[in-house]
């Protein structure tokens, strides 16, 4: 089946999967703590961990990518999306091998930190990458790949962790750091950046061998105009809030990465030999980790066959409801597990079950569509800086969410955790009803066009609406011929009035 498809979109598909496998690094970094930290608590290093400080080993990690977008989002306009992987990337080498040598939680903070740098670079880079090198009927199932490599590498994580010692858990994790770095270098850099710095010979190069070799003249031209229309105003970072043509991108991308965050599936993730039940029937932790990292992975593959069939819009809505139901249910077991007299040892599948079709219904919209979203609603000019505070922000609600997680577990209970998770989908619900826009087999130019026709989007584009050559140009064209249109109706009226 694979070369059934066309020569365009095979490239287009390893383009994706080397790009993603820095996703997959990430993944696994993500994914460490929790087959790790057991082997910490059974004093196979020479320090122990409170619940507490693993909640700050885990905070490093976010704090590290609260840092690290600021300076990608500059060197990726500046040196391009693929050098800046390619530099950042030994940030991640440099945090497996702190991890692999600690003697100290110290040693822990700062190896996570560097993680997070890397992450914040991943974060800010790889979705602008994406959306750049792939054609709009593929983006959606092949943007999804982001999704698809990082749960594969905690999948990768789950698997061996558990069978190894910690050093070599360690050394096995770095491996696919090289693994990036060798097979990213031979993708070539996306056209729209060769545009943006004015090397038009490059752009096409890369397009055409993105293409397949095709006859890539139109698309080019496409997107030349694209570029030049958002490059001719550099977006700073005050704009991203005070200029209408900017402000709705902005401001749906952030609540997409809150919502993907604060309905709590990375931390979860973190904590998940914590959370489940010692025993769930004939599985210990280490077992039920091991199977919600396989489901959480193939959950994804259903998402990348259905998001650009069904549309980002309903299957954002449908993972909400999904959350909404199972941590309702999961909270209410473990409220009564603690708080009733009820004898529940024999139902510990129900948290189980719970858990895992809260993994589904993540991974079947919120988690997938953030990224995606991210790199296709965002303008070029401003995609830049706003990926940069995106990924500030998205690292802001990680550290939140994990610090009321550690801070309700130990003084409330565990189920208040899954409530809120509950909490944050029905904000989504309303989020989706009335601003969330579909993207599906839209260009970016397509994309723009529909921000800039909602209401209170652009004063700009309303003037005038009628007038559909008014509505379907860039905005920083409209006030002009909006104008234009109105003194030639004011000159129509005068001339019918003195022949009257």
Known sequence: MFFNISKGIRRQLLAAFCCCIGAMTLGAIAGWSAAAFPKIRNNELEFRLSLFQEAWVINAFYIGIMMGPLPAGIMMDAIGRKSTLLFFSTFAITNWTLVTLAYHEHMLYLARFCAGLWAGS??????????????????????????????????????????????????????????????????????????????RKKAEASLRWLRGDEDVSAELESIQTYVKTFMKRRGRFKELILNENYRAAFINVQAVYFIQKLSGMFTVLAYLTLIIPSQVGPLSPEHCTLITGVVLWLSVFVATSLIDRVGRKPLFVISNIGIIITMTITGVWYFLNVHSDMDLSSTTWIPFSGLLLYGISFCLGVGPIASLYQGEVLPSNIKARASTVTAIISAFASILNTTLFAI??????????????????VFALYFAQYHFIETKGKTLQEIQEELRKKPGFSRETSVNSNYSTVSSLPAIYTVPIARTHSLEKSAIANSLAKNA
Not at 127 to 147: C, D, H, I, K, W
Not at 410 to 425: D, E, H, K, P, V
Request: net charge neutral.
């Open 122 to 199: 991943v974060t800010t880079v790889v979705p602008a990458f994406l959306a750049e090198v792939l054609q709009p009927n593929v983006r959606g199932s092949l943007g999804t790949m982001y999704f698809i490599m990082y749960f594969a590498g905690n999948l990768y994580e789950y698997i061996i962790g558990p069978y190894v010692t910690y050093f070599t858990f360690g050394i096995s994790s770095g491996l696919l750091c090289l693994v990036f770095a060798t097979s990213f270098v031979f993708i070539p850099e996306t056209p729209y950046y060769y545009i943006m710095k004015g090397k």
């Open 408 to 425: 309700c577990a130990s003084y409330i209970g565990m189920y208040i955790n899954f409530f809120l998770f509950a909490l944050t989908s």
